[in-house]
């Protein structure tokens, strides 16, 4: 299929756009670099012995869209682009609402103008807000997000259910992901964040190569085995053929649909620092400090309606999510030196 991947040489994107390739798929990268360095595209070529086309573009600029719906023939966008760090939209919420939830809409109006009517969304596990149940199925209920990045995917959810009713032949896949982690194999694409990251892995990794002194632990007396946190990490690989299975499904199945992307593994922080641990021969220092304002004791998906549906399930587990993320990190610390 040809496919416009938006934010497509960004984290999640890129291993999607490699994965696309590798099955035979077209895809074309629409990006606008503030968060993505465009030499990813080399390295996708690298990896694939395939160069992408690519349109620099921002998804909020219609014009830009035009110029890549006009040359490309889409069948299905799957739409990447966006902000996603949660401190910062606290801090900045129209930026927030302006780039994830107008740039959807405008997005969604480029395609009806040119007919293309497949679409895979990145939702996020945040829409289930602390869950009322574990593991979480996707029609558990939805809570009120506590910041505005969560807001901004619970309302994107909302405009593409109006649109689904308004437009019944459209095909529309929501994908919660649970937490992403890992690179891929070659250690040519990853994780990238251009400040001091947010998220535990990168965290951790750069602990690990002493750009970082030591990780904090935010808090240690959950109600969970250890006391920290438990997520749900995927590797990113695995999240990537989670997209191209959902696009195949979608040929057949009109209408809107909604897939969890997890293991149904909850692992802790401190279970991390150990398999990171292992997997790099380095030892993490850290101290557990307070708990982060908005964090929940756990969270971990029910993916069995992807696994019913799609035929998908995660395949890697937590030392492969860190011995591909330690790889990356050593290749990333030389890219930026
Ligand atoms: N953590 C630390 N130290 C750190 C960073 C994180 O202890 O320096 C802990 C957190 O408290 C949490 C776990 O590691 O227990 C995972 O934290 P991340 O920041 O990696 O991930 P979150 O679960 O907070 O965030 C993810 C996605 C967001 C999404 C959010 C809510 O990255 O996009 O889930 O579902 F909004």
């Given at each position: 299929m040809k496919i416009l991947v938006t934010g497509g040489a960004g984290f999640i994107g890129s291993?999607?756009?490699?994965?696309?390739?590798?099955?035979?798929?077209?895809?074309?990268?629409?990006?606008?670099?503030?968060?993505?360095?465009?030499?990813?595209?080399?390295?996708?070529?690298?990896?694939?012995?395939?160069?992408?086309?690519?349109?620099?573009?921002?998804?909020?600029?219609?014009?830009?869209?035009?110029?890549?719906?006009?040359?490309?023939?889409?069948?299905?966008?799957?739409?990447?682009?966006g902000l996603k760090a949660v401190g910062e939209s606290v801090?900045?919420?129209?930026?927030?609402?302006?780039?994830?939830?107008?740039?959807?809409?405008?997005?969604?109006?480029?395609?009806?103008?040119?007919?293309?009517?497949?679409?895979?969304?990145?939702?996020?596990?945040?829409?289930?807000?602390?869950?009322?149940?574990?593991?979480?199925?996707?029609?558990?209920?939805?809570?009120?997000?506590?910041?505005?990045?969560?807001?901004?995917?619970?309302?994107?959810?909302?405009?593409?259910?109006?649109?689904?009713?308004?437009t019944p032949a459209m095909r529309i896949g929501i994908l919660r992901y649970f937490n992403p982690v890992g690179a891929h194999e070659s250690g040519l694409i990853g994780e990238d964040p251009a400040d001091v990251p947010n998220n535990l892995m990168p965290y951790i990794a750069q602990v690990a190569t002493e750009r970082l002194p030591r990780l904090a632990v935010f808090g240690g007396n959950y109600d969970t085995p250890d006391g920290s946190g438990v997520r749900d990490y995927i590797h990113v690989v695995d999240l990537a053929r989670g997209h191209i299975a959902a696009m195949r499904h979608l040929v057949d199945h009109p209408g809107l649909h909604v897939w969890n992307l997890g293991t149904g593994q909850g692992t802790s922080v401190l279970d991390m620092v150990e398999a990171f641990e292992r997997a790099s021969g380095v030892t993490i220092p850290y101290e557990v400090t307070a708990r982060r304002p908005g964090d929940v004791a756990a969270t971990y998906a029910d993916p069995s309606r992807a696994h019913r549906e799609l035929g998908w399930k995660a395949e890697f587990g937590i030392d492969r999510m860190c011995e591909d993320a330690w790889r990356w990190q050593q290749y990333a610390d030389t890219l930026e030196d």
């Open positions: 291993h999607t756009v490699v994965e696309l390739v590798l099955e035979g798929h077209e895809p074309t990268v629409f990006d606008s670099f503030v968060n993505a360095k465009p030499s990813v595209i080399d390295r996708v070529e690298t990896i694939t012995g395939y160069r992408v086309p690519l349109v620099r573009g921002d998804v909020r600029d219609s014009d830009a869209l035009e110029a890549a719906f006009r040359h490309g023939d889409f069948e299905g966008v799957i739409h990447f682009a801090a900045h919420p129209l930026d927030y609402f302006d780039s994830n939830v107008a740039g959807s809409v405008t997005l969604l109006e480029a395609m009806g103008r040119h007919g293309v009517d497949t679409f895979v969304f990145s939702s996020s596990a945040t829409v289930y807000g602390e869950p009322t149940v574990l593991p979480t199925p996707e029609e558990a209920a939805l809570q009120p997000p506590t910041n505005p990045y969560g807001r901004s995917k619970l309302m994107v959810e909302e405009i593409l259910r109006d649109v689904s009713t308004a």
